[in-house]
T-cell receptor
């Protein structure tokens, strides 16, 4: 079955630094979601990408889906402590459109 | 309510007991999903409903797990004869429909601990 690999697994940065999280699939992605999760809480929707080359931004977070639709990157500019959490990519596809399959997550720590 | 709500927020039970976890989706959302998240992992799909019917229950680990959504709104996940390995955070999500572009909005989860 198609799986998502996220890298890095964890990331520690100083406040103000830029960072990138990657999400790679072995197959074509037809709908790629990015969520953020605070420890012990539910998932907060960030962005959804569908088209190859598509790029979306929300505040200081930008996500892009590559042309071949097999990799997505999430970039945070001038990180802040409020960006800390677990970032999860997920795809919807296969025969069951409603089912999301997630990567293992990237734990982001931002030191003030 | 404004978002997906789940009750209880925490549940501690003993091995062998029966538990029910409740999910109240966003009003008007026809699709409802259950996921399970173990520590250090991404959420794993369990089952989803379109209306009252289970459209895909391929993620339920065994027949001890069962979910219902009798009126197409609130859903209950039921676990019989709980085992220690069932300990996890159970997440519920809802979406307007089940198209690929329909965003799933998640609740805060129920943390289940089986002693």
């Amino acid at each position: 079955s198609q799986e998502l690999e996220q890298s890095p697994q964890s990331l520690i940065v100083q406040e103000g630094k830029n960072l990138t999280i990657n999400c790679t699939s072995s197959k074509t992605l037809y709908g790629l979601y990015w969520y953020k999760q605070k420890y012990g809480e539910g998932l907060i929707f960030l962005m959804m990408l569908q088209k190859g080359g598509e790029e979306k931004s929300h505040e200081k977070i930008t996500a892009k889906l590559d042309e071949k639709k097999q990799q997505s990157s999430l970039h945070i500019t001038a990180s802040q402590p409020s960006h800390a959490g677990i970032y999860l990519c997920g795809y919807a596809g296969g025969t069951s459109y409603g089912k999301l399959t997630f990567g293992q997550g990237t734990i982001l720590t931002v030191h003030p | 309510g404004a978002g997906v709500s789940q009750t209880p927020s925490n549940k501690v039970t003993e091995k062998g007991k029966y538990v029910e976890l409740r999910c109240d989706p966003i009003s008007g959302h026809t699709a409802l999903y259950w996921y399970r998240q173990s520590l250090g992992q991404g959420p794993e799909f369990l089952i989803y409903f379109q209306g009252t019917g289970a459209a895909d229950d391929s993620g339920l680990p065994n027949d001890r797990f069962f979910a219902v959504r009798p009126e197409g709104s609130v859903s209950t996940l039921k676990i019989q004869r709980t085992e220690r390995g069932d300990s996890a955070v159970y997440l519920c999500a809802s979406s307007l429909n089940t198209h690929r572009a329909d965003t799933q909005y998640f609740g805060p989860g129920t943390r289940l601990t089986v002693l």
